[in-house]
């Protein structure tokens, strides 16, 4: 654009001022606050802007007199209403996921049970006794809450709670070895998603990471070897469950259990932390899944430390579980990293009552995320038969049911899949990858998968008072086959 094309477009921008004369805005303003007016208009304007490069129909308008201001103003007038519609609305959008990972973290993991609903809402709608001993009147702790629960659910001396395992990671590894060599195998040395990669924790964490063993097989001489070589300088021994991956052919691993008896015959005082990672407290062969270590099993091994999720197959909020040996647990207790990694009112009650369901293995199905596991996949297929027939009668519509493998997910279990059920879609004349996207700009998005060329509507993740919900997306975004981008704004 040259400088002269440029000039007369500017000109032909209306001010902020004079948009927010416009009826829409007044609308806004009188709706949502003047504040919320304002940043809608120069939103829209700088939008405007945008388009007057790229956009020729709005760049022809600019250059056409008073008939051309007017629309560029209108136009204007319609981004802001857009922009207003889009600000009211929260970014943390309640979705129903139709990808049949249960444990979905980018969808945030695992649903909250009704118990740890109601608790979460108690604490915060009042004051609760987070930090004082109730019957000295004294200041307690507020580390202190959960820690029964947890020591009766899986036999450990000791236990924290901070707010996610990367935190219970990094506090461990910061108690037990800061300033010495943490010692890790390179097949452990994993990314469990959203850029936690376990080599850069503990690169925070004051110490320093000392690999042993290779990618695919690390042996008990292997870490032998490192002990001899580190002499006073080894920190610690890492054990990292892979949880998001697996391992097979020609592989070799120690477990946690082999390197508490390395240690223990060499004279015992190097800790083992074996990061468990989704922190099971239940038999999962009961759903017909791969049988996960516990976390009772994990500290019943003797390391100094387990380190576990909340929000994993524990079914609860997120927090970082930290259990152990007593004199490791008081240790870190008292690590200052404790004050900066440590949970709020919310998640200690929620937590404490998921702990509680849990406290009756037979309950377990009032955690949704057990709930779910617990459907026959014969239901699934009825619901998904229904779903299909309903949306047949759409035009351009082909839904069949098909048989699908869910997943946990969320870096838990890597191979065990869920017999599941769903409705293959697709839409004449629009793309699987189209259609995908547009179910996720739905009112409430349905987050799918795209499966060789359909969209696979998984329901294994999806509740059953869901359904009603879920069916009207579908049919609304299936039926509303012109104009894509209106349900966006
Ligand atoms: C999931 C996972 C983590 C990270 O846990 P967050 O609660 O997301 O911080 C760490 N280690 C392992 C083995 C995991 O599975």
Not at 118 to 135: H, K, N, P, S, T
Not at 175 to 182: S, V
Not at 281 to 299: F, I, K, M
């Amino acid at each position: 654009m040259n400088r002269e094309a440029e000039g007369t477009d500017r000109a032909a921008l209306p001010s902020v001022n004079a948009l927010m004369e416009r009826r829409g805005l007044v609308h806004i303003a009188e709706r949502q606050g003047r504040t919320a007016a304002v940043a809608a208009a120069r939103a829209a304007l700088e939008e405007l802007r945008g388009e007057l490069g790229g956009d020729g129909r709005t760049a022809a308008a600019a250059e056409n007199g008073a008939d051309g201001r007017e629309a560029l103003a209108a136009r204007a007038e319609e981004l802001a209403r857009r922009h207003a519609r889009r600000a009211r609305r929260s970014t943390l959008r309640r979705v129903i996921n139709a990808t049949g990972v249960l444990v979905h973290t980018n969808l945030g993991r695992s649903p909250l049970s009704r118990a740890a609903l109601e608790a979460a809402a108690r604490a915060a709608r009042g004051y609760v006794a987070l930090e004082i001993d109730l019957a000295t009147g004294t200041r307690g702790s507020r580390s202190v809450h959960c820690e029964g629960l947890l020591r009766e659910l899986t036999g450990a001396e000791g236990a924290l709670v901070v707010n996610n395992n990367a935190a219970a990671l990094l506090l461990a590894v910061n108690t037990a070895a800061a300033g010495r060599a943490a010692i890790v195998s390179r097949g452990e040395l994993v990314e469990i998603g959203g850029g936690f990669r376990v080599h850069e924790i503990l690169a925070r964490s004051g110490a320093r990471l000392v690999e042993v063993g290779s990618t695919n097989r690390t042996h008990p001489a292997d870490y032998v070897r490192a002990l001899d070589e580190l002499g006073t300088q080894a920190g610690a021994i890492l054990k990292v469950h892979r949880s998001n991956f697996v391992q097979s052919g020609f592989v070799a691993e120690v477990s946690a259990r082999a390197l508490v008896d390395l240690v223990r015959d060499r004279g015992g005082g190097i800790p083992v932390i074996h990061d468990l990672g989704s922190g099971c407290l239940v038999d999962l062969s009961r759903y017909g899944v791969a049988r996960e270590p516990t976390l009772g099993e994990a500290v019943a091994d003797g390391p100094a430390f387990v380190t576990a999720s909340g929000d994993k197959l524990l079914g609860g909020p997120q927090a970082g579980i930290v259990l152990g040996e007593a004199t490791w647990i008081a240790r870190a207790r008292t690590n200052p990293l404790t004050r900066a990694l440590r949970v709020d009112k919310l998640t200690l009650a929620a937590l404490e009552a998921t702990l509680r369901v849990h406290r009756d293995p037979a309950r377990a199905d009032r955690l949704p995320l057990f709930a779910m596991l617990a459907r026959p996949v014969e239901e699934l297929r009825r619901s998904a038969a229904r779903l299909a027939q309903d949306l047949s009668g759409v035009p351009g519509v082909t839904a069949e049911v098909v048989e699908t493998e869910a997943r946990i997910g969320g870096g838990s279990l890597p191979g065990a899949a869920v017999e599941s059920a769903g409705v293959a879609l697709s839409l004449r004349g629009t793309g699987a990858a189209e259609l995908e996207e547009r179910l996720r700009r739905a009112p409430t998005p349905v987050v799918a998968r795209v499966v060789e060329d359909r969209v696979v509507v998984d329901l294994r993740a999806v509740a059953d008072d869901e359904l009603v919900l879920l069916r009207r997306m579908l049919t609304t975004v299936l039926a509303d086959t012109g104009d894509r981008g209106r349900g966006a704004g």
